[in-house]
């Protein structure tokens, strides 16, 4: 693990690739995603460490990991606060640190218009289903949060056609199916995806395959996607920009040859690799 200690010089500090966020085919990654896992999710920081370029904030993780993102964000990028805190989605292991950061920045939070409601205090999401299937995860989640949180005058809708604040190279698309107003983030020039949960690279449902962080393509957390056949079109949307690489919600990034193979399977075979055969949403 890479040292948290803060970096006594004002400028950002080099460091080793987070290998609980960054997977071990590193040479075919970009250097300016970076990925940190907290707890059960991963947070991305985008952006050059090199003290010129701006940078930009990718979900909040779970509660109470501000002070690990802080310190991560203080390693790459010394005393520069990000531009702005980019949400894919509203749940609560994305959101859980959010408030805290954007506070301690000063900085806006951006999200689809669509997923404004939970984010503003006014609706909260379905209740998870503990029914989607085998894994110890799925049969606890019943007991995750599902209330939406206030984010008050901080979160702003995001631009249309696809624009992100302070990422001129980036561009969002709307991948709806885990959440109504899910985006995930790509960049045309080398193909970088940032999916988000649309689609992950473990099996989030069992905790052995969390533990060890086990790499599979496969579709969004079952226990929280309540709209199955959008979220089908939605990984088939993303397998179409044919990413390079893909940095997930959930999981250890991919890349290259084996990306694609999971990808595309996943986008041809998504009823039976990633529909559960019952559940409360399973139409």
Same mark, same amino acid.
């Given at each position: 693990?890479?040292?948290?200690? /803060?970096?006594?010089?004002?400028?950002?500090?080099?460091?080793?690739?987070?290998?609980? @966020?960054?997977?071990? #085919?590193? $040479?075919?990654?970009? =250097?300016? *995603? #970076?990925?940190?896992?907290?707890?059960?999710?991963? %947070?991305?920081?985008?952006?050059?460490?090199?003290?010129?370029?701006?940078? @930009?904030? %990718?979900?909040?993780?779970?509660?109470?990991?501000?002070?690990?993102?802080?310190?991560? @964000?203080?390693?790459? !990028?010394?005393?520069?606060?990000?531009?702005?805190?980019?949400?894919?989605?509203?749940?609560?292991?994305? *959101?859980?640190?959010?408030? $805290?950061?954007?506070? &301690?920045?000063?900085?806006?939070?951006?999200? #689809?218009?669509?997923?404004?409601?939970?984010?503003?205090?006014?609706?909260?999401?379905?209740?998870?289903?503990?029914? %989607?299937?085998?894994?110890?995860? =799925?049969?606890?989640?019943?007991?995750?949060?599902?209330?939406?949180?206030?984010?008050?005058?901080?979160?702003?809708?995001?631009?249309?056609?696809?624009?992100?604040? #302070?990422?001129?190279?980036?561009?969002?698309?709307?991948?709806?199916?885990?959440?109504?107003?899910?985006?995930?983030? !790509?960049?045309?020039?080398?193909? *970088?995806?940032? =999916?988000?949960?649309?689609?992950?690279? *473990?099996?989030?449902?069992?905790?052995?395959?969390?533990?060890?962080?086990?790499?599979?393509?496969?579709?969004?957390? =079952?226990?929280?996607?309540?709209?199955?056949?959008?979220?089908?079109?939605?990984?088939?949307?993303?397998?179409?920009?044919? /990413?390079?690489?893909?940095?997930?919600?959930?999981?250890?990034?991919?890349?290259?040859? &084996?990306?694609?193979?999971?990808?595309?399977?996943?986008?041809?075979?998504?009823?039976?690799?990633?529909? /559960?055969?019952?559940?409360?949403?399973?139409?």
């Amino acid at each position: 693990m890479t040292d948290e200690r /803060p970096h006594p010089s004002h400028g950002p500090r080099k460091e080793r690739p987070d290998r609980s @966020a960054q997977a071990c #085919h590193s $040479e075919s990654l970009p =250097a300016d *995603v #970076h990925g940190l896992r907290t707890l059960i999710s991963n %947070v991305y920081f985008i952006g050059g460490s090199d003290g010129e370029e701006g940078w @930009a904030l %990718v979900d909040g993780g779970v509660a109470n990991s501000e002070k690990k993102i802080l310190s991560r @964000a203080k390693h790459r !990028f010394g005393s520069r606060p990000p531009e702005a805190i980019i949400l894919t989605h509203g749940h609560f292991d994305h *959101v859980g640190a959010v408030k $805290e950061l954007a506070d &301690e920045w000063g900085v806006p939070i951006y999200a #689809h218009p669509l997923e404004l409601p939970y984010l503003t205090g006014m609706k909260s999401y379905p209740p998870a289903d503990p029914a %989607v299937g085998s894994g110890l995860l =799925a049969r606890l989640s019943g007991l995750y949060p599902n209330e939406g949180i206030d984010l008050g005058g901080r979160i702003q809708p995001l631009e249309p056609h696809g624009r992100i604040p #302070h990422l001129p190279e980036w561009r969002w698309h709307h991948t709806p199916g885990h959440t109504p107003g899910h985006i995930s983030l !790509f960049r045309g020039r080398d193909r *970088v995806l940032i =999916a988000g949960d649309a689609f992950i690279t *473990v099996r989030q449902e069992s905790l052995a395959a969390v533990l060890t962080q086990r790499e599979e393509i496969h579709g969004p957390p =079952a226990y929280f996607t309540t709209d199955w056949p959008n979220a089908w079109e939605s990984v088939k949307k993303l397998e179409a920009l044919k /990413p390079s690489a893909a940095f997930t919600g959930h999981g250890r990034p991919m890349a290259g040859a &084996e990306l694609a193979r999971g990808l595309e399977r996943l986008a041809d075979h998504f009823d039976e690799i990633a529909i /559960p055969k019952h559940g409360r949403y399973v139409h």
